[in-house]
């Protein structure tokens, strides 16, 4: 039964190559030294960036709000609140509140426009964490 399946598959290897060199050699496909063939790339241009600048730095977090914004990325709330713990530890003239986005806007790229309202009026400083 072996044998018989071994040359099965012998006889339509040599097939498919006698029909596939017989194709390549046929006068149906050869193209004529004449004919040319417009090649478009997918891949396009990409738009020229414009780059910005960075905000400025505070000179001092002695008596300022700084925001820590977690955009619902899975475990991402345990670093952040661990970093608005280690404020509150370590700088306590700085006053470090852990703010998650609501879940509803869609993660990183949706706008929570009332956290964004806030932050605008009583933040100092932001950091976000937006996952890995």
Not at 11 to 21: K, N, Q, V
Not at 33 to 50: A, W
Not at 91 to 105: D, G, I, S, V, W
Request: net charge negative.
């Amino acid at each position: 039964m072996k044998r018989y399946i071994t040359a099965a598959v012998m006889a339509l290897f040599c097939l498919g190559i006698f029909c596939g060199f017989s194709a390549f050699n046929s006068p149906v496909q050869a193209a004529s030294s004449e004919e040319k063939l417009t090649v478009l790339t997918p891949l396009g241009s990409p738009p020229s960036i414009k780059p910005k600048a960075m905000a400025p730095r505070l000179d001092t977090l002695e008596d300022k709000t700084i925001y820590i914004v977690d955009n619902g990325y899975p475990g991402s709330d345990l670093l952040l609140t661990e970093m608005a713990a280690w404020f509150e530890r370590e700088m306590p003239e700085t006053k470090a509140l852990y703010k998650r986005k609501q879940a509803a806007m869609g993660g990183f790229e949706g706008i929570d426009e009332a956290l964004w309202a806030e932050i605008k009026e009583k933040a100092d400083a932001v950091i976000i964490g937006l996952g890995h």
